[in-house]
């Protein structure tokens, strides 16, 4: 969910256990959705997309579900390693000046205890 | 190796000082774009390109400039009207923003501190 101030959502989990991160997002037109990885002092990494024409995609270890009835997102983690540590952030590309431009959502940081 | 770069890594700038931050890529991308990232925050576009020679302004566009003169470079300069230039700048592109399915590659950021 939504949080106010300087805090990101965070999710705690123990390494081996499943990791949920949810995301809501804002424009109904938008077709597509993205989730990045950012570990600490480093740019966004690509993790896996969804078109709006599918409800569900797998990739390795995860999972994106997409429910276009209440605008939300949600990134499935399997077996999550230490390695997963890191903010997750979803984003959306809606029509902005007749391209499409990425929105970012505020991220939520996934911390993974060995 | 292709990438996306920025230069630098960490950048102090002075009061009332211009500072430059550099981006350049290596991928043929069309796209270019800069973001703005504080503490505790998403990412929030400040400019972005879509081709040679042409700029748009993002949604925190005050207090920044950029240029477009070659296809690999998108320099963005903070200008001395930015009164709260502390943050993480993120460089990106694409092949190009005009569909829906693009992915952005991002640089690995550039730290800008206030003295």
């Known amino acids: 969910g939504e949080s106010v101030g300087l805090h990101l959502p965070t999710l705690s989990v123990q390494e081996g256990d499943n990791s949920i991160i949810n995301c809501a997002y804002s424009?109904?037109?938008?077709?597509?959705f993205i989730w990045y990885k950012q570990e600490s002092g480093k740019g966004p990494q690509f993790i896996i997309d969804?078109?709006?024409?599918?409800d569900k995609r797998q990739g390795q270890r995860v999972t994106v579900l997409l429910n276009k009835t209440v605008k939300h997102l949600s990134l499935q983690i399997a077996a999550t390693q230490p390695g997963d540590s890191a903010v997750y952030f979803c984003a959306e590309n809606p029509v902005r000046g007749g391209s499409y431009i990425p929105t970012f959502g505020r991220g939520t940081s996934l911390i993974v205890h060995p | 190796d292709g990438g996306i770069t920025q230069s630098p890594k960490y950048l102090f700038r002075k009061e009332g000082q211009n500072v430059t931050l550099s981006c350049e890529q290596n991928?043929?991308?069309?796209?270019m774009y800069w973001y703005r990232q504080d503490p505790g925050q998403g990412l929030r576009l400040i400019y972005y390109s879509q081709i040679v020679n042409d700029f748009q302004k993002g949604d925190i566009a005050e207090g920044y400039s950029v240029s477009r003169e070659k296809k690999e470079s998108f320099p963005l300069t903070v200008t001395s009207a930015q009164k709260n230039p502390t943050a993480f700048y993120l460089c990106a592109s694409s092949t190009e923003s005009g569909r829906a399915s693009e992915t952005q590659y991002f640089g690995p950021g550039t730290r800008l501190l206030v003295l």
């Open positions: 969804i078109r709006s024409n599918m």
């Open positions: 424009n109904s037109a938008s077709d597509y």
């Open positions: 991928l043929n991308h069309d796209a």
